[in-house]
């Protein structure tokens, strides 16, 4: 996981993206952005979280593309950015790539 502050993002439209692969069969995983947001006169975050689960790494013999995009709302505070990773195993990542389009 990595995060940063949204600033320089809010209002647009972001995708985080990036090449996979795992070593076991059983092995599910998926990349994901989350949004914090703390709205005038509250003090309690909110958040929206978005993975690529429509399209989960499943075990393969290579290297697989996949990628999730997000709005940022305007009143957002930090962008985070990770992996999970469901079961017992290892994932390789590479050609990691997160940017604003549209």
Same mark, same amino acid.
């Given at each position: 996981?990595?995060?940063?502050? $949204? ?11 990036? !090449? ?8 599910? $995983? ?6 914090? =947001? ?5 003090? =309690?975050?909110?958040?929206? &979280? =978005?993975? $690529? ?11 697989? $593309?996949?990628?999730?995009? *997000? ?7 930090? *962008?985070? &950015?990770?992996? *999970? ?10 050609? &990691?790539?997160?940017? !604003?389009?549209?």
């Amino acid at each position: 996981m990595q995060y940063f502050r $949204a600033e320089r993002y809010r209002g647009k439209h972001i995708r985080f993206s990036g !090449a996979m692969k795992t070593d076991r069969r059983e092995t599910q $995983a998926s990349l994901w952005i989350r949004i914090d =947001e703390l709205r005038e006169g509250e003090t =309690e975050k909110r958040y929206l &979280l =978005e993975y $690529a689960w429509n399209k989960p790494l499943v075990w393969s013999y290579g290297w697989y $593309a996949q990628s999730v995009d *997000i709005q940022v709302p305007e009143d957002s505070v930090y *962008i985070s &950015l990770g992996l *999970i990773l469901l079961g017992k195993s290892q994932v390789w990542l590479d050609l &990691l790539e997160f940017e !604003a389009v549209g």
